[in-house]
């Protein structure tokens, strides 16, 4: 395809929402996202799925088809740089080559990941996260084959606590991570939540009460959790008023609510704000997606976490935006409905403080095998912010380029050292994105000067 | 043992390769999830220290070298007849 007019990056629900309103007002539009086919991860292999036991719901086919009509959506794609001007550099894994696109309009539509929950013995094989066996179920309909302990809280962990059951996998235990009835903190926002969105909050109760129902065992509030086992997870320990009971499992799913992904945001140097009910970064963005950045915009929860519907409408926006700036006519969007339930979900499991359960000898930077107890050393002798934790200790230098231990590694300073998390700041995130060879980027040059 | 089992089959068969032992896939699965219904969770040298955490690309517990090519990450590659994976070259920290 020749250069397109709009590259969105991300295939979920607000990339693929933008890609259609962008590609109908007649802008080339393509996408690029590194899974193996759109949907993001809510609707993960919507279109496999839809002959499958419990497809997504309609909404994702209403989504998916005006996109996949109206746009060029490229599956199996890195991002692996993002600059001003502005233009994509991508690798195409289907045909092994590197591209750089320079469209008139970049949409950064790259979504939510879960926040990790550092737990002793978490980086054992074995341990996972409740999205990992979501994402099982939903690419390859995989199911524990032995009764799975689900660890955390959050609306996902219900959820999945469901799904698992109603195909046939066994859930041993659930560790609730807070206690059975929501707090005084959650129940000022109950109201509001009730009024405003009643589908979610019924569906929630519903999630609850079938848990409660199920027979499975529910352990709440614990003081300390521990995974251990000799090369793979064989039990979890839970300490509860001064006892400790151990609980065998060789599968073992943590969750702790998801963050904004904001690889790219924070390679765009964007500014970005600590979002306290997010416990994370997000950039600040217009609701109309616009960045400081001309022809870069945020679409969807890469702007703050607000679920799949609101992603589609926050697509909508700033596609609309987008072709109205490119002079195009575009259906303008209603206002956003209101963040109904979002205050309450958020009160209602607090995010996990990084030393509830993270000991010294608790892995921090899973690639690089950076403690919590090394990162605290680095602080002591005078690491003052995460570059610094960094260069002292490779924390966040793996492959993953710290986008599991990042918001970690911010909490963590900002606890021990007493401080803002803004003050505190993130890690630098530069490219390649992902890991490349050489001869990735060097093929397209050889192939030009040949 | 597998810790994982098909609840469904989800497509035709593919027939891939792992650490030189043919494996059944099928249509619709990734590297990721094939390892994960083998009983595969570590990767890497002697089975480590590599594991998958996230299954979406984010946490690169899953690199194992595909066709030659190394440090791919698994739950991001599709699986097609006659792909080559190798668990244990990857993950070793230089």
Not at chain 1, 46 to 53: I, L, N
Request: charged share 20%; aromatic share 2%.
């Amino acid at each position: 395809m020749s250069d397109p007019d709009v590259v969105v990056i991300g295939a979920g629900p607000s990339g693929l929402a933008a890609a259609s309103v962008t590609g109908a007002a007649g802008l080339k539009t393509l996408v690029l996202d590194d899974q193996p086919a759109p949907g993001g991860q809510v609707w993960r292999a919507a279109e496999a799925r839809r002959q499958r036991a419990f497809p997504p719901p309609r909404l994702a086919y209403e989504i998916l088809e005006p996109a996949r009509a109206n746009a060029t959506i490229a599956n199996t794609c890195d991002v692996i740089d993002l600059a001003e001007g502005p233009s994509v550099t991508a690798l195409h894994r289907r045909t092994g080559t590197v591209r750089e696109y320079t469209p008139s309009a970049i949409i950064i539509a790259t979504g939510a990941m879960e926040r990790p929950l550092l737990i002793p013995g978490w980086t054992l094989p074995g341990v996972m996260s409740v999205g990992a066996l979501q994402t099982a179920m939903k690419q390859s309909s995989l199911v524990p084959a032995t009764p799975v302990a689900l660890v955390g809280q959050g609306p996902l962990l219900l959820l999945v606590a469901r799904e698992l059951r109603k195909l046939g996998g066994a859930v041993g235990i659930v560790i609730s991570l807070g206690e059975r009835l929501p707090g005084r903190a959650a129940l000022r926002h109950l109201p509001r939540a009730v009024l405003c969105d009643p589908g979610l909050m019924a569906q929630g109760a519903g999630l609850a009460a079938e848990l409660a129902a199920s027979g499975v065992a529910v352990v709440r509030n614990p003081d300390g959790l521990a995974i251990e086992g000799n090369r793979q997870a064989e039990r979890i320990v839970v300490t509860k008023n001064g006892r400790s009971d151990a609980y065998p499992a060789q599968l073992i799913a943590l969750h702790d609510g998801v963050i904004p992904n904001t690889q790219l945001t924070r390679l765009m140097n964007l500014d970005h704000t600590w979002r306290g009910e997010d416990e994370a970064f997000a950039p600040r963005i217009a609701a109309d997606g616009t960045t400081e950045h001309e022809g870069i915009f945020v679409a969807g929860d890469a702007q703050g976490i607000n679920g799949a519907a609101l992603a589609v409408h926050s697509g909508r926006t700033v596609g609309a935006h987008v072709a109205q700036t490119l002079g195009r006519p575009a259906p303008s969007s209603t206002p956003a409905r209101q963040k109904g339930a979002r205050a309450f979900i958020s009160a209602l499991y607090p995010p996990t403080p990084v030393t509830r359960f993270a000991a010294d000898d608790t892995v921090l930077c899973r690639c690089e095998g950076v403690t919590v107890g090394a990162a605290r050393r680095a602080m002591k002798a005078g690491a003052t912010g995460p570059n610094r934790v960094k260069t002292a200790t490779r924390c966040g230098m793996g492959p993953c380029q710290s986008r599991l231990c990042g918001n970690a590694l911010t909490r963590l300073l900002a606890h021990e050292l007493g401080r803002p998390p803004d003050e505190i700041g993130a890690l630098r995130i530069r490219p390649p994105l992902k890991p490349i060879l050489l001869g990735d980027i060097a093929a397209p040059q050889l192939a030009a000067s040949s | 043992m597998s810790l994982f089992r098909r609840a469904t089959p989800i497509g035709e068969t593919v027939n891939i390769v792992v650490d030189g032992n043919p494996v059944a896939a099928q249509e619709g699965d990734t590297v990721a999830t094939v390892l994960l219904c083998e009983g595969r969770l570590g990767f890497g040298a002697k089975e480590g220290p590599l594991t998958p955490y996230c299954l979406i690309g984010v946490c690169f517990g899953c690199r194992v070298t595909i066709d030659g090519r190394d440090g791919e990450q698994a739950c991001l590659i599709p699986v097609r007849e006659g792909l080559q994976v190798e668990t244990e070259a990857t993950g070793e920290r230089s």
